[in-house]
């Protein structure tokens, strides 16, 4: 597992929850903090510097001290390490991703602009990253479901294993949620008959949208009998639903790009709302960075 930290308050959220996955999946916690030297070696507008170099890789290595401690503290059974490294947050927390089975960040951190629900870090990470990214937002929830957006689409797939894995971990039910509407359904086949109205059947969109959210799901259910599913299929605006059903979740799980997103967009615009408006956090989960396969 792996958690960057900047020392903002948004960033020891992310590091309690990073211990938290880290614990319930055996792991060990790698707590990252990245930084580029021209950010922090020159006052702004000036060629002073600032502070030394070993004044900042002392304070760097307070800061990680201090989030390590907090991790040991939420979770003293796993292995803690600690990394400064050299760079930009988002390229070094991509890297990072790379051998991880899970990158977890703060809503906002230290370097985000007043006004921003959630900082370009995370926006980012969440589009580029190798594993699923956590962005914690509003701090950690011990109770309610692992609430996760559905569309058929193979992103989505992914996402619905990370979200039982996450269910099966927190030992909580699993709120499978498909909103639908005529616009963001596929189109209906052509019928044979030229003459046939074409267009589908009176309650036959419903009942499709219903039989694609059971069949996402059913290899799933199969692998974690244990884990009790809430199937809701609705036909309303995908991102407002999601929004307003994670009130009562304690993690919202969504795929990176569903079946309406457009070519060449890394995350798509459903991703993009739930990670800024979600409230909670919110796992995002790109095609291929879970293994599906048992």
Avoid at 118 to 145: E, F, I, K, Y
């Amino acid at each position: 597992m792996v958690v960057g930290t900047d020392g903002s308050a948004e960033s020891s959220e992310a590091v309690a929850a990073a211990a938290r996955e880290a614990a319930w999946r055996d792991a060990d916690l790698r707590v990252v903090h990245a930084f580029t030297w021209p950010e922090v070696h020159f006052r702004p507008g000036g060629t002073t510097p600032a502070f030394s170099d070993t004044e900042i890789q002392n304070a760097a290595g307070t800061l990680l001290s201090q989030a390590a401690e907090h991790a040991r503290a939420v979770a003293p059974q796993v292995s803690v390490a600690t990394h400064v490294i050299v760079g930009g947050a988002l390229r070094v927390l991509v890297d990072q991703s790379r051998d991880a089975q899970l990158v977890v960040v703060g809503s906002r951190g230290t370097g985000a602009f007043s006004g921003l629900l959630v900082g370009s870090t995370g926006v980012g990470l969440a589009a580029h990253a190798h594993c699923p990214v956590l962005v914690v937002r509003d701090g950690p929830r011990a109770t309610g479901p692992v609430l996760v957006g559905v569309d058929g689409s193979p992103a989505a797939r992914d996402a619905v294993a990370f979200a039982f894995d996450e269910a099966a971990l927190r030992g909580t039910t699993l709120r499978a949620l498909h909103a639908w509407t005529p616009w963001n359904v596929p189109v209906p086949q052509p019928p044979q008959d030229p003459r046939a109205p074409y267009a589908y059947e009176p309650g036959r969109l419903a009942e499709d949208e219903e039989r694609l959210l059971a069949e996402a799901l059913a290899g799933c259910a199969t692998r974690y009998p244990q884990v009790p599913v809430e199937q809701l299929s609705i036909r309303a605006a995908t991102r407002k639903t999601l929004v307003a059903e994670s009130r009562d979740a304690q993690l919202l799980v969504v795929g990176a790009r569903g079946r309406g997103g457009f070519t060449g967009l890394l995350l798509g615009s459903v991703g993009h709302a739930v990670v800024h408006h979600a409230h909670c956090p919110v796992a995002v989960v790109r095609r291929g960075a879970v293994d599906t396969s048992t």
